[in-house]
């Protein structure tokens, strides 16, 4: 009995050391942990199948094509250079709305999707300028996480989150507009503060002056030496428009979020298939995340099978007759441990937790909150290390391959002292929350 508890959770545990460390791609490794629970019996075929959350990777995959039939059309670019142009190279002005741009992207699209847009420009950018693009890199990934902290769709674990919660698009921008509103707020102002010398105006600087028109102009030449098509950019946006909204009417719709995001991506699919292939469209979802996803489920559903996660479930619950404490635990807890493992895999582990809490607080007005706190601890907590988030890593390959490293130690020595502050943030709120 107790070797049948300890396998599956090694086999976890292993899988999450093999991915940290780069050891295979993350893909294979998920795939084959899966395979090696049904293997050993712990999980029947037929089990495994349905411990899958197809209805997370159908929205994930919706979304990918979504944005990569977007992005061909070339609207992101444009945008882009069009910021750089309004900013005239003054680095503060860049600063804060690349920052806010970031953040907003990543509310509506996808953290590592906007991470691949906004970085290529912004080293161009500030390297051009003659300063280091690492500061900037480093607060549009803190950004790209916070940012999509704010949606259902903004972060994979809020996917997750959602569909076992049943919590709709709506619920999310409700109850965490305001922590992370007050966390982009926050966070901004931490970097004006800490990086004024580096932020500081140009206007007088008549040599950098017209250094940066010269590169805004060349910027200009390089995104947009492209043939941008007016219907396929208007087509892109409209069903954008059209599946936000759908999401926000999710329930008057009565429809699942997963079936409104297929919807949107084969609709683009279908009215831009003289402008993009649709082969080409499928190219731009990242399959290896979503087999990836697929594994992890697998992996953690032989773990549930066992009933190891609703005795961890009662221990928290038992841990403590107040219920802010019980808050906290599942807020810190997620944090401390989404630093260091991939909050995507430790939040998959943590739904059923969850869920068997909730069941068991049945009585307590505030239960949801548990909810939100797994989702802002992952979050924000996985903003403090390299490796907490898909999109740190991301970010920090993509400053790499542009002559930018970025150490584990230089990022955790600007991100976990801003992680901390964003933490506060949401420990203040869930706490005024629960005693109001």
């Known amino acids: 009995m107790e070797l049948s508890l300890i396998v599956p959770v090694v086999i976890f545990f292993l899988a999450l050391g093999l991915i940290a460390f780069e050891v295979l791609d993350k893909a294979l490794v998920a795939l084959g942990g899966a395979v090696l629970i049904v293997l050993l019996g712990f999980l029947t075929p037929e089990q495994a199948l349905s ?8 929205l994930l995959m919706s979304m990918m094509m ?39 992207f990543s509310a509506f699209l996808d953290n590592v999707t906007t991470i691949i847009i906004v970085v290529p420009i912004t080293i161009e950018l500030f390297r051009g300028l003659g300063r280091d693009p690492k500061p900037i890199i480093l607060q549009e990934i803190l950004m790209s996480n916070i940012g999509g902290a704010l949606t259902l769709i903004g972060d994979p674990t809020h996917i997750i989150i959602g569909n076992a919660a049943k919590l709709t698009f709506n619920e999310f921008i409700v109850n965490l507009i305001v922590p992370v509103g007050c966390s982009i707020l926050a966070l901004i102002g931490v970097f004006v503060l800490f990086r004024w010398k580096y932020l500081k105006p140009i206007a007088k600087n008549l040599k950098t002056l017209l250094l940066s028109n010269i590169l805004i102009r060349k910027l200009e030449y390089e995104f947009l030496n492209i043939e941008l098509s007016k219907p396929f950019i208007v087509k892109s946006l409209a069903v954008i428009a059209l599946t936000l909204t759908g999401f926000a009417l999710q329930t008057q719709l009565g429809l699942p979020v997963h079936i409104i995001g297929l919807s949107g991506a084969l609709l683009l699919a279908i009215i831009c ?18 087999l990836f996803f697929a594994g992890l489920f697998v992996m953690v559903g032989g773990i549930e099978h066992t009933g190891l996660l609703d005795l961890i479930s009662k221990f928290i619950v038992s841990s403590s007759s107040d219920f802010g404490m019980i ?3 599942v807020l810190w807890g997620s944090a401390v441990i989404s630093m260091f493992l991939d909050n995507v895999g430790f939040v998959t582990v943590m739904v059923p937790v969850i869920m068997g809490m909730e069941s068991q607080l049945a009585g307590e007005p505030h239960v949801q909150l548990l909810w939100w706190a797994l989702a802002l601890g992952a979050v924000m907590g996985g903003n403090g290390t390299i490796i907490g988030a898909s999109a740190n ?34 420990t203040a709120y869930l706490l005024f929350r629960i005693n109001f």
């Open 51 to 58: 411990a899958i959350d197809f209805e997370t990777i159908i």
């Open 66 to 104: 979504l944005v990569e039939i977007s992005r061909t059309s070339g609207i992101f670019s444009w945008l882009n250079v069009k910021l750089v142009s309004i900013t005239r190279g003054n680095p503060l002005a860049i600063a804060v709305i690349f920052s806010l741009i970031t953040a907003l």
């Open 273 to 290: 298939a003289k402008d993009i292939h649709v082969h080409d469209a499928l190219k731009g979802v990242e399959w290896t995340t979503l």
């Open 327 to 329: 808050v906290m635990y």
């Open 393 to 426: 890593v991301v970010g920090c390959d993509l400053a790499k391959k542009h002559g930018a490293p970025i150490g584990f130690f230089e990022y955790s020595k600007y991100a976990f002292p801003t992680a901390m502050v964003a933490m506060f943030i949401c």
